[in-house]
């Protein structure tokens, strides 16, 4: 067991190199407002293109003009470009090999159109700190020098899209995204701005296979929009479209302070909620059944939980390192809490247990867990009860716990 514990621990130590011990407080955004509105063709200065700077080709079937082929820039000095969708009324379907290869001047590039594919190296060489592109052209672009991405249509990320690019700053990423591959932010450690396009009901619908897929593992703040500006987001109430709470989903939500998961919600994941280091209150309604592994550790700032009536095993580590975590409320249903799953809970003192005595002593209570076993334990009576051996509690005339 002591071999399995070094184990867990290790690989907690791994997965929290970014936990709230270096997030802490709340934190004021270094803000980077994302141009995602679409832009006009307008040469608005020397330094920003148009189309007439762009080189189009025809391209043609059965001698007929089908659309346009992008091969370069008249203006090799041009700092900003934006590839339309269309050009004469026609698709551009195309941006030709090696077309803006080494224009070393060239810093912002848009691309419009989802379906226009990328020749090899088409922007090789070029110094890319701002990109507004679909999913399909991330792959095509430098990122040495990058600094914010928008990406405006597209439905999946790739795996390992944005990994170690070290200057990302700022990430927006459309409400079209439903995939997000694997590590597809690992090692973006300077990220500090997520903006998201659609609600916190279509966030719940993207799935994560590890911590660094989710780009709120570095990042501080999470905007939303809200009637037309973005809105940095510090509660979350999620509505009775979800059912689940996936793995990752809330990961280093670092500025929320409340969450209300809905009764339709019957599951929560591994790693749901952990590193949310401000989170002072979640209600957890009773359709939950499974609570993951390290679901809500290193939530920092929560002082009390209940664990609702029909949750019957916690996962490992579910709770570890809340450090401020005095109180916990657990329902008689509860027949087994995994391995540390308290571990370094360090104020938890009282645990009001919704059961008798016997019930407590029949729970499979596995290794690490001394925070909690070392608490005095309430048990639940609704009239005082004359045993003076224990300690019991009831509900009050407003629902509160009150002992007796």
């Known amino acids: 067991m002591k071999k399995r514990f070094v184990v867990l621990m290790t690989i907690m130590m791994l997965i929290g190199l970014n936990s709230c011990k270096k997030k802490n407080n709340i934190e004021t955004p270094n803000t980077v407002t994302p141009s995602t509105q679409e832009p006009s063709n307008s040469n608005e200065s020397q330094e920003k293109g148009s189309m007439e700077d762009l080189i189009f080709k025809e391209m043609k079937k059965n001698n007929e003009i089908v659309g346009y082929k992008v091969c370069g820039l008249k203006n090799e000095t041009l700092k900003e470009i934006i590839l339309p969708r269309t050009y004469n009324n ?239 409320e657990i329902s008689n249903g509860v027949r087994s809490i995994e391995v540390a799953v308290f571990e370094s809970c360090d104020s938890l003192d009282k645990v009001y247990y919704n059961g008798t005595k016997e019930n407590w002593d029949s729970i499979k209570i596995s290794s690490y867990n001394t925070k909690l076993t070392s608490a005095t334990i309430y048990y639940y009576s609704e009239v005082m009860p004359m045993n003076e051996e224990y300690k019991y509690w009831h509900h009050d005339g407003s629902g509160n716990i009150a002992e007796w």
């Open 90 to 328: 026609l698709p551009v379907i195309s941006i030709e090999e090696s077309a803006f290869s080494d224009c070393k001047n060239l810093t912002r590039i848009t691309i419009l159109n989802n379906e226009t594919t990328i020749g090899k190296d088409a922007f090789n060489g070029c110094l890319i700190e701002y990109a507004n592109i679909p999913t399909t052209a991330i792959s095509s672009i430098p990122k040495s020098k990058l600094k914010e991405v928008v990406i405006n249509s597209g439905e999946s990320i790739e795996s390992s899209a944005f990994s170690y690019c070290s200057s990302l700053m700022s990430v927006t990423i459309s409400s079209s995204v439903i995939t997000i591959g694997s590590r597809a932010f690992d090692g973006c450690t300077k990220l500090d701005n997520v903006y998201y396009g659609g609600t916190i009901e279509d966030w719940c619908k993207i799935s994560y296979n590890n911590v660094a897929t989710n780009p709120m593992y570095y990042a501080k703040h999470f905007y939303l929009k809200k009637d037309s500006n973005w809105e940095e987001v510090t509660s979350i109430e999620i509505k009775n479209s979800i059912d689940v709470i996936g793995d990752y989903q809330f990961y280093g939500f670092n500025n929320v302070t409340s969450i209300t998961i809905p009764n339709s919600v019957e599951s929560i994941g591994d790693y749901a909620f952990s590193d949310c280091c401000n989170l002072k209150k979640i209600i957890i309604p009773d359709s939950v059944t499974n609570i993951g592994n390290w679901a809500f550790s290193n939530c920092e700032t929560l002082e009390t939980i209940t664990i609702p009536n029909n949750v019957t095993s916690i996962g490992k580590f579910a709770f570890s390192d809340c450090d401020n975590l005095r109180s916990i």
